[in-house]
């Protein structure tokens, strides 16, 4: 089953006017380690300490420091970092729509989904029309103290809301000073060969983690008072441009043998 | 330039590249330091073993799994990388997909691979066979002795890495209204029609950081009430004046909204 609303809001596009709720749409499933001291198998605690006094520093007498200039600080207290926090807005104003192909997934955030909160027809109108179109509508919301910009998507008849990243917090391609090098065309048709040889659907379902259950397997052996083996990893040899033909070859031979 | 985070290699079929990954995310938030209230010192965490109470440095940590209440096994990193030894050295795609496949509420963070020496051109070869033929790469790495599915990507011939959420990490969708609705085809017709006209290019400086902006505000008015305090480190040193420091919050600001 979904999980209960987090947030509820209306939204505006054009002349469409709906009420919505946001739903957490993952979770995280992970064992959870506490840290201790190799030594004596002491639990560790974080503790905040003053560096000018080398004292402990409970929670009530810690501030928030904008450094000015080096060791000079602009004091903000609790209430000024509340009073910077957003307001909620529950009015989600679509602007307008971008392709979706432009927003790459090193550009989202995080994402909920969306239910409608009446009867449903202009839900299912909007994510049949964004579907049709493959556009997403960039819009604004505010919950929980902050602000979000974002993108209004739809898949498979569901609509969805996705927290973009802030201005400058992608790094651009053209920054990473890649070497020119093109890719020889017979070598490329290999490839893509080769690619569409080892080529499926994508089926989150095929796609657990079973690092979890082998964790705790591992737990579980060592409180028996088991040593585990430690296993060096193998270190792979770099194919080199002479051989990258062959290996390709090599390498369809076997995806297709599969 | 962004430092490497992580160096091994990536392998597709038989084909072994070695890279390096550096962050795709530079994050944009204004750094906020804690303080110590009576005397503006900034302070510093610090890990205290319960036992011998001593401040433990990070080589002498380990991690333990709480079997019962105060009983724990510690396992070390080499532990968890021996449960896959590969996983933590090489990033071996298992299966390619179409990229436009993965449900965007997937993805995790993102991170960009470089070539190192003798990689150029199997590297280059990769990105451009990805981009040409819109699929993804997908492979179970470790890094930071943390399992991760991740989609291997191309754009403008860079390969990227994004982590995708595994498939027992994603919520269902079933009951969430409407369920079954079925559309309207002429108000579909209508809605494709406006959203059309209404398509501008996406444009990423857009998107400024309004909760940093509100901070910068906060802290400017701060400043014009109760000025700047020197931490111990800074005692008798002469203060910025007022000017000064609008001067740093302003250029910070114009940083938030990209326009420098």
């Given amino acids: 089953m979904v999980r209960s609303p987090i947030f509820r809001a209306e939204l505006e596009a054009g002349k469409l006017r709906f009420p919505i709720a946001l739903h957490t749409a993952v979770r995280r499933e992970r064992v959870r380690f506490h840290l201790l001291h190799e030594k004596d198998g002491g639990r560790l605690r974080r503790e905040m300490v003053c560096s000018a006094e080398d004292e402990p520093v409970p929670a009530e007498e810690r501030v928030r420091g904008w450094e000015a200039r080096e060791g000079q600080f602009v004091i903000l207290e609790r209430e000024d970092l509340r009073a910077a926090k957003a307001e909620t807005d529950r009015r989600i104003e679509i602007h307008h729509f971008v392709r979706v192909e432009e927003l790459d997934p090193r550009r989202i955030a995080r994402g909920w989904r969306l239910s409608a909160g009446d009867g449903g027809e202009g839900y299912a109108a909007l994510a049949a029309a964004l579907s049709r179109a493959r556009r997403a509508g960039i819009c604004r919301w505010a919950f929980r103290g902050r602000v979000r910009r974002g ?49 499926d659907g994508f089926d989150p379902s095929d796609w657990i983690n079973e690092r979890q259950k082998r964790i705790r397997e591992l737990v579980q052996r060592k409180a028996a008072g088991e040593e585990p083996e430690l296993e060096e990893p193998e270190e792979k040899t770099p194919t080199t441009a002479e051989a990258l033909r062959e290996t390709l070859r090599e390498s369809l031979e076997r995806a297709k043998a599969a | 330039m962004a430092r490497g985070i992580w160096s091994g290699t990536i392998s597709f079929g038989l084909v072994t590249i070695p890279v390096r990954l550096v962050s795709a995310l530079v994050p944009n938030r204004p750094e906020l330091t804690m303080l110590h209230a009576e005397d503006a010192a900034p302070l510093e965490r610090r890990m205290i073993c319960e036992v011998c109470g001593e401040d433990v440095p990070p080589r002498e940590r380990v991690r ?31 299966s390619f997909v179409p990229l436009a496949d993965i449900d965007p509420l997937l993805f995790g963070r993102s991170w960009h691979l470089k070539p190192e020496s003798g990689g150029e051109k199997p590297y280059a070869l990769l990105a451009e066979a990805l981009t040409r033929t819109g699929r993804a790469g997908l492979a179970r790495f470790v890094l930071k002795a943390r399992e991760r599915l ?43 029609d406006y959203v059309e006209r209404a398509t501008r290019p996406f444009e990423p400086e857009a998107l400024v950081d309004e909760n940093a902006l509100a901070l910068m505000r906060q802290v400017r008015r701060k400043l014009e009430e109760d000025g700047v305090e020197n931490a111990p480190q800074a005692k008798g040193r002469r203060k910025p004046s007022e000017k000064e420091a609008k001067a740093r919050i302003d250029a910070r600001m114009k940083r938030l909204r990209g326009e420098d």
């Fill in chain 2, 64 to 94: 333990g799994f709480e079997i019962e209440e105060g009983r724990h096994v510690p396992i070390t990193d080499r532990e968890l990388e021996a449960l896959d030894p590969e996983k933590s050295r090489s990033i071996d795609v298992e």
């Fill in chain 1, 151 to 199: 993108a209004l998507c739809a898949r498979g008849g569901r609509l969805r809301l996705l927290a973009l990243r802030h201005a400058g917090e992608v790094v651009a391609v053209d920054d990473l000073d890649l070497p020119e090098t093109e890719a020889e065309p017979d070598h490329l048709d290999a490839a893509i060969d080769l690619i569409e040889a080892m080529s």
């Fill in chain 2, 150 to 192: 991740v989609a291997l990507w191309a754009m403008d011939g860079a390969l990227v890495l994004s982590s995708v959420r595994f498939g027992d990490e994603r919520l269902s969708e079933e009951g969430l209204p409407p369920e079954d609705a079925e559309p309207d085809p002429d108000a579909v017709d209508d809605l494709v």
